[in-house]
């Protein structure tokens, strides 16, 4: 601990352990002083006024015959309250402990949950996480495109931004992939390449996925108002440049392909975290 966090815990120490022993004497602060040193003080004032007039002693003899017990008085009652501060500090800085000790147990049974949670998860599937209907919602979406191309070759592209602040490109591609029975690639680090690296780039939208299309592409008009609802897009007319030099299709490709081009800002999340994160604000 920093020296800083030393003196704050001594503090609250100390006041926690006065406030005990005020409470003890079932007083408040002033009241302690009052009871413990002002009406002592006060009684053997009191104490001298009245030998002096009952023996008719000088002021100053008398002064003299009362000034020892009363200094042995306040002494007597330092002595016991510093012992009841002592006894209360050794109390506190034991329940201190305890507490400690107890909040050590409680981290440590939830550390263990939460391994065993994070264990769990890499084997299973929580159906009632987020995660799950964005992907079964995914899932279908591309089923309902497979269907409206009839059979037609498809390609699907992904790239995404070397500074995304999340991989969900490649999650989207790689389920995508199952389903849309068309052709996927990406996304590709652009480190090597910078022709590639600046398509990425260029007119991309940080928060959003911009789904270039063909103009008159039914199917992916589908494609994207059923997405529309799991992912932040926005639509654009301008094709993948030089297809030819992105990928290969085989030497039986007619060519003819349709060619759906995602392009993934730096901070795309799923409408789900959006709203959440709407909600918590």
Request: hydrophobic share 40%.
């Amino acid at each position: 601990m920093a020296v800083h966090e030393w003196r704050s815990a001594a503090d609250s120490l100390v006041s926690r352990t006065w406030s005990d022993v005020v409470g003890a004497n079932g007083t408040s602060n002033l009241g302690f002083i009052l009871t413990s040193f002002a009406i002592p003080i006060v009684g053997a004032l009191l104490g001298v006024a009245n030998f002096r007039w009952r023996k008719k002693q000088s002021w100053s003899e008398t002064l003299q015959n009362s000034v020892e017990p009363t200094v042995l008085l306040l002494i007597a009652v330092v002595l016991v309250q510093s012992a009841t501060f002592l006894c209360l500090t050794v109390k506190g800085v034991y329940n201190d402990h305890k507490a400690l000790v107890n909040r050590n147990a409680d981290l440590i049974r939830q550390l263990d949950s939460a391994n065993q949670e994070v264990n769990d998860r890499k084997q299973h599937i929580y159906f009632l996480d987020p995660a799950m209907g964005n992907l079964r919602a995914m899932l279908m979406d591309f089923d309902m495109y497979r269907h409206a191309q009839k059979g037609r070759q498809c390609v699907m592209w992904f790239s995404e931004p070397q500074n995304a602040h999340s991989h969900l490109a490649g999650e989207v591609a790689q389920f995508s992939n199952v389903v849309s029975d068309c052709s996927t690639f990406g996304p590709f680090p652009g480190a090597n390449n910078p022709d590639l690296e600046k398509e990425t780039i260029d007119g991309i939208v940080p928060d959003a996925v911009v789904f270039h299309m063909d103009r008159n592409d039914k199917a992916a008009l589908i494609l994207f108002d059923q997405l529309a609802s799991v992912l932040p897009l926005k639509m654009s007319y301008v094709p993948l440049p030089n297809r030819k030099t992105h990928y290969s299709l085989g030497p039986n490709a007619k060519g003819n392909e349709t060619v759906i081009w995602f392009q993934f800002g730096t901070d795309v999340k799923w409408n789900s975290e959006r709203w959440t994160a709407k909600k918590a604000n």
